[in-house]
């Protein structure tokens, strides 16, 4: 069985004096009352949130557009004679100028082992066709994959090491 908390005796010591239908009627009423009460309370809330959340947009619309003040500051025209001081410059000399040339290509350091240079002349070359491009790469297994009707790639394949199954 639940325990009566002292509110509720309260409430019925309160009720009692009183005719049954008469309380309940008073205290409907009543909760009608606050319930209409809260409402208003929470309908001016809504408006006040909104009032305060487009004022306050205004008004950060309204500086984000509003032309700028410029505040206007007179320069010092004459600074400290301390902080003068004449500058000098001569032009310089050819032993302190620094140049530089081409090498030649015997001239070239690299430290890669024995670099291979290709020269080549201009405009005397051919084109060359799909059997003369597979000739050039006979050692080596080779695909020719056409792309399109004037694009083709060279495929270089290697033969890939079985898979051990042990």
Same mark, same amino acid.
């Given at each position: ?11 019925e ?7 049954g ?14 319930? /209409? ?12 949130? =909104?009032? =305060? ?44 100028l ?8 015997? /001239? ?46 060279? =495929?270089?394949?290697t ?8």
């Amino acid at each position: 069985m639940n325990k009566r908390t002292d509110n509720e005796r309260l409430l019925e010591d309160v009720l009692a004096g009183e005719s049954g239908e008469g309380a309940r009627v008073a205290s409907l009423e009543n909760i009608l009352r606050l319930a /209409q009460q809260r409402r208003r309370v929470r309908a001016v809330r809504r408006v006040a949130v =909104v009032a =305060v959340l487009l004022i306050a947009s205004t008004i950060g619309v309204m500086r984000h557009f509003a032309p700028k003040t410029v505040q206007l500051e007179i320069a010092k025209t004459n600074p400290p004679a301390a902080s003068l001081g004449w500058v000098t410059s001569q032009p310089l000399s050819p032993a302190e100028l620094v140049t530089s040339q081409r090498l030649l290509p015997g /001239q070239i350091v690299s430290s890669l082992p024995a670099p291979i240079i290709v020269h080549t002349v201009p405009y005397i070359f051919r084109e060359v066709g799909d059997d003369e491009l597979l000739a050039l790469a006979a050692p080596q297994v080779v695909a020719l994959v056409r792309r399109g009707p004037h694009e083709a790639e060279l =495929v270089f394949i290697t033969p890939q090491a079985p898979l051990d199954t042990n």
